[in-house]
């Protein structure tokens, strides 16, 4: 019978400049000098909320005031029988100023730096969540960026088709530029990737680094992430079943707000009126 996984629960403080606190593994730990998220492990009779308010104390001395739920990712590390499943989330408010309370040494990222450190594998899907914009639109013109409404502070990824690439410049800064199916991958920055159709992403012999898919059904999905991909686009209505297995992919994933499925926490992604 295999082993129950290990429950862990993360949280990525973001403060108002958007930086993210990450913490390094301490000396006499295993994977020293890695880097992860804080949090820990969930006690019996927890919720994962209540592991994310009690982690976060102990270890960072705050009170977490404010979280959103942002992943779930599951890994196994080589030559280890347990599991790990990570229950992740946003942080955006919290009492007190964080220090380190567990040994580990503390460092705030800028998006643009989270690349910059080595990251333990397992919170790798995570660190792809945090880059991403929390909603994809469609846009095909300038006009149609300008003309949509947003919330204040809202980052948006705007899929745009290859041959629309110009419209790059009507981007506010900081939002995201998703290019669909380019003839030729362009190398992304910390605010730009390439989103791929299943047709496209079949003719592919290499997917560049933090390239996204369109997916349209379970084996969408399922080829999406065995050929790299590092997020999904639900296009249309999934079934509950097909979701739990797209959310056990470990992938960030987005659900079409424009479908009748309720999304399972994970952000949405729709047309550009």
Known sequence: MPAAPIEVVAGALIDGAGRILVAERPAGRSRAGRWELPGGKREPGETPRDTLHRELEEELGISVRSARWLINCRYQYPGEDKLVHIDAWRVEAWSG????????????LARGELDSVDWLEADLPIVTALALPERFVRATSASAIAAFARTPGQRIGWLVPSSARGIAEAIAPGDWLGVIDPGSPFVPGPDSGNVYTPAALSTMTAIPDHAGAVIYTREDARRARARGCAFLL???????????????????WYVDDGSQVLATGQ???RNSP
């Open 234 to 252: 639900l296009a249309g209505s999934f079934a509950r079943e097909t979701l739990a297995e797209v959310a056990n992919l470990s992938l960030p």
């Open 267 to 269: 952000l949405s992604w």
């Open 97 to 108: 100023e964080p220090r380190s309370l567990d040994g580990q040494r503390l460092k705030w």
